[in-house]
């Protein structure tokens, strides 16, 4: 591959770019900086580009294509000034003008208008960091330029802050106090004491020791308790100690708040000052019902319902909750039933309808519908006082902003929580002092294997360290500590799955959350699963190694030609496969041409301008001569690219050295026409054997033990002789042996004596194998390895004739054996016989003698061998 190096669309359009038009000059006439800062670009994950030279000539990677969008591929090799004309003002020239200086500049938050896929602007943020580029003499050349977008982050915190304003607002203009609890109720995390009680920011333990009196500590946990029996509303009026040392009283109402998974996760309430209520009811406990609840109440209606006569009455703060012109007469309770929503009608129903006992309460919120007030929610709280629970007493108030913001801040961790379970990264804030865990999205437990309920239990960090492989906690944790210092970090690292116990990768961006101080509180991040991106990298890894490997050990010679500079790389086994030492000459296609055969070369010349023209592929057998005149045969193969013009641009290919499958495939013929003849031969001896078999045979079934036999004796010798190599022999001992082996345990009474490895004619092994096979069979059948006490002995030695032929002398003896009757027929057909004595001598040019001797057969033979034959 031709430099720069490179994967990628931008990689491959920078190397086919014509530099040696623009003032950087053709790539090969690159300076080494210049070139090792456009691969080091290229390598760069996240969208960066490079300005070289006075021009500010333009060139970036793939990741910055989503950034140039409809200006890319023109933007490459243009000075930026006309590629970014609308964006290049005095502020960019008066940076990069101190990039030139030598220092290198950093800005967070750059907001430009790009044009987005439809074709609109749209404004984006990044954050910038240029770096001075120097050539070899020290001076700055170019200027290097990373870009991280931040602009759903921008995005994301500028709603949050404004939402978090109007949470302020609503605290500060609303008449409640308002509080915050952690799920346990075992610390109190926000207190707006509203002048009343010390404000409390940050989570404390002790608060019932701080604000409740000792008397009051018993109904205060009981009422815990009840609430977390459900989860259902806290609710209770208590005494609080106030900061001057006096006691007061509050109406404190907490509703839980449950997580997406329906798990509670902190409480949320109000407290409302009714010490002037509480102090009244003591001075004046008989007075007057209403008048006592409209005093005591500060902001609340007083209202009085009559059931039997189905009127109303109310003071004028209760009129004007409802929308309606203040009276001293009774109103009808239809009147004020058709104000409330159709739920709120059937609540007021339900319980006026039904059975009341003296002192029972109403306390229930409701929604009005019609009037000058609909859209308000008002809370009711009554009950039945006396032995008439027909009458009932009671106080309205306002609590249309307290929903309001219950409903905003709903909708948000709502929002949230959508988000963060679509996403399949892990979302999370955690507190930047202590590190435990603020919030944590479902996502979590996909990742890291833990649920939420899990990672927000003990200590929140040690646990999540211990999920991170040793070797990678190091370079976590200093991510970590960079991000509490206010910088955003992005670390890789491993973990060990919890559900599987596989190893992950995983990849933290992880950024700082300030406060209006500017101090970091908090910090946010987002984990993603890398494995599949990892594995990737590693697998190409592994597969350009075995590539390496394979090209290395299987001898393949590459070559890459770019044809329109006509510039050739050789691989080094390329080189010694034509014969050159690597880099003894310049690769050229005349150099590739030189070392041909003259007999080949205008074979190659041919098919290779039909692969220039015609677009087909390369593919020839030639012979390579080489300085020493060996010859070696080549396979090549080449295939080359074109241009849109339908040009040719560049060819790769590859060579490999084939002269020893050649000189096999030559051996191999030799071999067939080899195998044709001994067939033909083979055939011949069956044949005979057929023939001789069925005159000696007095009926079928004899035939074909004879002529069976006598093929399984071919059959050995044939399975001897295809183990052979072209220059083996076999031997007479392992002809032997293997005669031998086919006497089932008969061959205990033979005795043997002789050299071994006297290797014998391949002419002479079939019918020399075929006489051993009759003398074997006539002595199991009819001679010494029938008899009881019968012996065989066989010896062979090898003497050299006066010619200088060796030859092989075989003695052959049967003792022990119970002969007929001199002059009587002898046993056996007389094949045997008549194989040695004849054809042997025939065939072979053997020399034989077969007597029949008063203790058994003695055969006598004689024939020539390789000259090779003894050692």
Known sequence: MTRPHGTGDMAERIRAFDWSATALGATADWSAELMSAVEMMLAMPRPATLLWGDALLQLYNDAYIEIA?????????????????????????????????????????REVALRDADGSFQPRTFDLAWIPVRDAAGSVAGALQQLVEVTDHRRATA??????????????????????????????????????????????????????????RGAVFAAMAAALDGPA???????????????????SRALPVLDAEGRLTEWFGTAIDITARRTAEEVVRRSEEMRRIALDGGGMGAWRIDMARGEVRGDARFSALLGMPPSDEPRRTTDFLDRLSPAGREIV?????????????????????????????????????????????????????????????????????????????????????????????????????RSRREVLTGNHYDNWLALILPEDRAQVETAVARVRGGEHATVDYRISCAVDGTTHWLRTTEFPIRDAAGQVV?????????????????????????????????????????????????????????????????????????????????EAETLMAEAFGGGGTYVQEFRVVHPDASIHWHSARGRFFFDEAGQPVRMVGAIVDVTERRAWAERQQVMIAELQHRTRNLIGVVQALADKCARSSHDLAQFHQRFGDRLQALVRVQGLLSRLSDSDRVTFDS???????????????????????????????????????????????????????????????????????????????ETGVAMPPAGSTPLGSGEGRELIERALPYQLGAKTSFVLGAEGVRCRIAIPISRHGSH
């Open 69 to 109: 969008r409809d200006r890319h591929p023109a933007l490459l090799g243009r000075p930026v000034r006309e590629g970014w004309r609308e964006i290049f003002n005095e502020e960019v020239a008066e940076r990069l003008a101190t990039v030139w200086s030598g220092q290198a500049v950093q800005v967070e938050g």
């Open 159 to 216: 709603q949050l802050r404004d939402s978090e304003a109007q949470l302020r607002m609503m605290v500060t203009t609303g008449s409640h106090m308002l509080f915050r609890m952690s799920a346990d109720w075992q610390a109190l995390l926000y207190l707006n004491g509203r002048d009343m009680l010390n404000d409390v920011a940050a989570p404390v333990a002790d608060w019932i020791e701080r604000f409740i009196p000792p008397e009051d």
């Open 233 to 251: 509303m806290f609710e209770l009026e208590h005494r609080v100690r106030c900061p001057d040392g006096s006691i007061g009283w509050v109406a």
């Open 349 to 449: 129903n339900r319980f006026v309808t039904r059975r009341i006992l003296p002192g029972e309460e109403f306390d229930g919120e409701l929604e009005i519908v019609a009037g000058p007030t609909a859209g308000c929610w008002l809370r009711w709280r009554g009950r039945a006082d006396g032995p008439d629970t027909r009458i009932l007493h009671g106080v309205v108030f306002d609590v249309t902003e307290q929903r309001q913001a219950t409903e905003r801040l709903r909708e948000r961790e709502e929002m949230l929580r959508l988000f963060g379970e679509a996403s399949r990264d892990a979302l999370w804030i955690r507190d930047a002092r202590t590190l435990h865990w603020r919030y944590v999205t479902p996502a979590f437990r996909t990742i890291y294997g």
């Open 522 to 602: 908090l910090i946010g991040g987002i984990t993603s699963d890398v494995t599949a991106s990892h594995h990737a990298r590693e697998a190409v890894a592994r597969s350009e190694e075995r590539l390496r490997n394979a090209v290395e050990v299987g001898g393949i010679g590459l070559w890459d030609w770019n044809v329109a500079t006509d510039e050739v790389h050789w691989s080094t086994e390329h080189f010694l496969l034509q014969g050159y030492p690597v880099g003894s000459v310049e690769p050229s296609y005349s150099a590739w041409l030189a070392r041909i055969h003259p007999d080949d070369r205008d």
């Open 735 to 813: 002809l032997l042996d293997a005669e031998l082996a086919a006497l089932d345990g008969e061959a205990n009474a033979v005795t043997l004596a002789g050299p071994k490895g006297v290797r014998l004619r391949s002419s002479t092994v079939q019918t020399l194998a075929m006489a051993l096979h009759e003398l074997a069979t006539n002595a199991v059948k009819y001679g010494a390895l029938g008899a009881a006490g019968g012996c065989l002995s066989i010896s062979w030695e090898v003497a050299v004739a006066g010619d200088g032929t060796p030859w092989l002398h075989i003695d052959w003896r």
